[in-house]
């Protein structure tokens, strides 16, 4: 059998992809770090783009060249940490933190604004109705490629576009000084700031989604697949760039109208606002709810899919089950749902990010089995000790180590444990040993 595809098939993947990464935390945390980075924005986009763009593009080559699969990428891993790792990412892209964030910044941007006096009614209603649509949309499993890819996302992307176009052509201000950590340490401040996106744990999942996918395209060779994979994943990651680019220079240029706001849905919105007049609403609306019910799709999908290959409960009824739980968690509200988010991210998101590099160095690693326990183990280590510190507890006796100061403790052990395990010599593996 052939194993090639259209040039519009593979367009089609590739938006398929974005729309999946393009959703609530895409949308509300550059405007507010580009306006809170002012005339420090290049440096802290630059930090921002490395992990919200680099980290998850680096994600799903790292799944290809692997095997196209979460067994292929913790082959090296005991099963059993692999299995608990991949339960704990799904819960928190699925029905934990991510995709309950999608409905509620699809509230808070598109539909609150319209109520005068908006209730905490109209946000269960809206969440129900929300996660109904996305559980309609994830229930036919092999259609998403044609439905999202062809069909959501290229409007998203006009809107977007719009939207570009007119932040660039017409700036609502002046960049102004920056401001908190954004004064002294901007690229550092960025890279964190990119975590909340959590695109490289959506990335780890959706990499496996997209294998589905092109499979339903009738692509089952590796060789094919790795090809398509990062096909997508380049045609995704340029799309996100630009959507970045737009939002911190929108968010760069917004204190004239949106000085003061808390967050980056504030910002977008109020900028919008006075960009495009009483219409500029509606036209937020139709991109935030595309953005976020793509993202909802996605994330239902992954994380349905997955669930399903662990119990005996089948697929669709892994959507029921989410897409419900999804409901229920959208209405704790959205400062409470990112307030207890941070510290896990703090906690996983180091994890991953060795993962993925132990992937492409592994060829040079002696002894896999064994570097992949110690440097895992020591990035999940640090990165505990730096969620600690986020939590408010008094962890005081780690200030010398470097990078602890801005919430990287993590990066020179690991760094170091990873090199170090390039050195130690193959015997055997510690499968063999415990056998």
């Known amino acids: ?16 992809l974005f729309a999946f990464f393009l959703g609530a935390g895409n949308i509300i945390f550059p ?67 991510a995709a309950p964030r999608t409905g509620l910044v699809a509230y808070e941007m598109a539909v609150k604004p319209f109520f005068a006096d908006a209730q905490q009614m109209h946000l269960t209603v809206f969440s129900v109705l929300f996660f109904i649509v996305a559980m309609f949309f994830a229930w036919s499993q092999g259609k998403l490629i044609d439905v999202i890819g062809k069909f959501l996302t290229p409007v998203l992307f006009i809107g977007l576009i719009v ?14 000084a920056p401001q908190g950590d954004y004064l002294t340490q901007p690229l550092t401040k960025g890279f964190l700031e990119g975590y909340n996106t959590m695109d490289t744990f959506g990335a780890l999942m959706f990499g496996m989604l997209m294998v589905d996918a092109l499979r339903s395209k009738g692509i089952t060779e590796q060789k094919a697949t790795t090809k398509y994979l990062i096909s997508a994943a380049c045609i995704a990651a340029l799309g996100l760039a630009f959507v970045y680019v737009s939002l911190f220079y929108l968010g760069a240029t917004s204190a004239a109208v949106a000085g003061g706001a808390d967050n980056g849905g504030a910002v977008l919105s109020l900028y919008v606002q006075s960009l495009f007049g009483p219409y500029g609403q509606v036209v937020l609306s139709v991109i935030v709810i595309l953005a976020c019910l793509t993202t909802a799709i996605g994330l239902i999908s992954a994380c349905s899919d997955y669930f399903s290959t662990l119990t005996p409960v089948s697929y669709k009824a892994w959507v029921v089950i989410n897409g419900v739980a999804c409901a229920i968690v959208a209405n704790v509200g959205l400062s409470q749902l990112i307030a207890f988010s941070i510290p896990v991210l703090f906690a996983l998101y180091p994890v991953a990010i060795a993962l993925v590099a132990l992937t492409f160095v592994r060829k040079m690693l002696p002894n ?23 939590s408010g507890i008094d962890v005081s006796a780690f200030d010398s180590l470097p990078l602890f100061s801005v919430g990287m403790g993590w990066a020179l052990p690991t760094f170091v444990a990873t090199v170090c395990m390039m050195f130690i010599g193959k015997s055997k593996t510690l499968a063999e040993e415990t056998a």
């Not at 939207?163 to 960049?175: K, N, R, S, T």
């Not at 570097?371 to 895992?376: E, H, L």
């Open 31 to 97: 405007p507010l770090a580009g306006q809170l980075a002012g005339d420090n924005l290049l440096p802290a986009m630059i930090g921002f783009l490395f992990t919200a763009v680099g980290l998850p593009l680096a994600t799903i080559i790292a799944i290809a060249v692997s095997g196209g699969s979460w067994d292929h990428l913790t082959q090296d891993l005991p099963k059993k940490a692999a299995m608990i790792m991949a339960v704990l990412i799904f819960i928190i892209i699925g029905p934990a933190f």
């Open 368 to 390: 896999p089995c064994l570097a992949y326990r110690v440097v895992i183990s020591i990035a999940l280590l640090f990165a505990l000790i730096d969620a600690a510190k986020i």
């Open 163 to 176: 939207l570009a176009l007119a932040v660039f052509i017409d700036p609502q201000g002046e960049m102004i």
């Open 1 to 16: 059998m052939k194993q090639t595809l259209k040039l519009t098939d593979i367009i089609a993947v590739g938006f398929m």
